[in-house]
C-alpha cells in the first residue's frame, strides 16, 4: 500500500522592491528599459482618461492598478509615476494651451 502526504503550501510572502522595472513584471509586460519606454510612448492618454480605466489594461492589471493606489501601499508612488509618464504628451498640450 502505497503512502500518500498531503503537497504543502508555502506560505512565505513574495516582497518585491515597487520600481517601474518590477511594476511592469508584476503586470506581466516586458520590462527592459527600452520595453517600458517604448510602452509609455504608444500608450500615451488623454487627460481625461485615468491611468486605471486604460483600454488597453487587463481586467487584472486594471484590478492591480486600483487596489494599489486605493490602498495607498508601496506601489501607489509607482503607479501614479507610470499615470504621470502616460499622461505626459497631454500634459505637455495643456501646457501650450
Known amino acids: 500500500m502505497a503512502v500518500t502526504f498531503p503537497s504543502r503550501r508555502s506560505d512565505t510572502m513574495i516582497t518585491t ?17 527600452a520595453d517600458i519606454a517604448a510602452f ?10 485615468k491611468v486605471t480605466t486604460a483600454s ?3 481586467e487584472g492589471q486594471r484590478h492591480f492598478l486600483a487596489e494599489s493606489l486605493k ?7 509607482v ?3 507610470l499615470n504621470e509618464a502616460l499622461h505626459s504628451d497631454a500634459t505637455v498640450q495643456a501646457n501650450l494651451a
Open 71 to 77: 490602498s495607498d501601499n508601496d506601489w501607489a508612488i
Open 79 to 81: 503607479v501614479d509615476e
Open 17 to 33: 522592491e515597487p520600481n517601474m522595472t518590477n511594476l511592469f513584471l508584476q503586470l506581466g509586460l516586458d520590462a527592459g528599459e
Open 40 to 49: 509609455i510612448l504608444q500608450h500615451q492618454l488623454p487627460a481625461q482618461t
Open 56 to 58: 488597453f489594461w487587463s
